[in-house]
């Protein structure tokens, strides 16, 4: 099965910008629907976006919907989420997952990177 690191976290002002990567190695990339999710302290994971595998059909939740931007390189095997007019609470752990077919539930996922912190100052 696939396998995902992420990385580009870090510390950032309100405002600000950070774009996240999340590289895959394993077979069928391509057919995989891949998910961002975060997790902020004391506070359950959440669904950020998605990507489907058969298209490049996004979906995103509404609390990042017209500031964040998910694409995905199957050339490179890996997904990106473009962050921008960030906001002290979009601070969180960022993961990413893949499976077969998009969902917005987390318990629906069995593969997860390890995570990315993403800190935003006001």
């Known amino acids: 099965q696939v396998q995902l690191v992420e990385s580009g976290g870090g510390l950032v002002q309100a405002g600000g910008s950070l774009r996240l990567s999340c590289a895959a190695s394993?077979?069928?990339?391509?057919?995989?629907?891949l998910s961002w999710f975060r997790q902020a302290p004391g506070k359950q994971r959440e669904f950020v976006a998605a990507v489907r595998g058969s298209n490049d059909d996004t979906y995103y939740a509404d609390s990042v919907k017209g500031r964040f931007t998910m694409s995905r390189d199957n050339g490179k095997n890996a997904v990106y989420l473009q962050m921008d007019s960030l906001k002290p609470d979009d601070t969180a752990v960022y993961y990413c997952?893949?499976?077969?077919?998009?969902?917005?539930?987390?318990?629906?996922?069995?593969?997860w990177g390890q995570g990315t912190q993403v800190t935003v100052s006001s």
């Open positions: 394993g077979p069928a990339f391509s057919t995989y629907a």
């Open positions: 997952a893949a499976r077969f077919g998009v969902s917005r539930r987390d318990s629906d996922y069995r593969v």
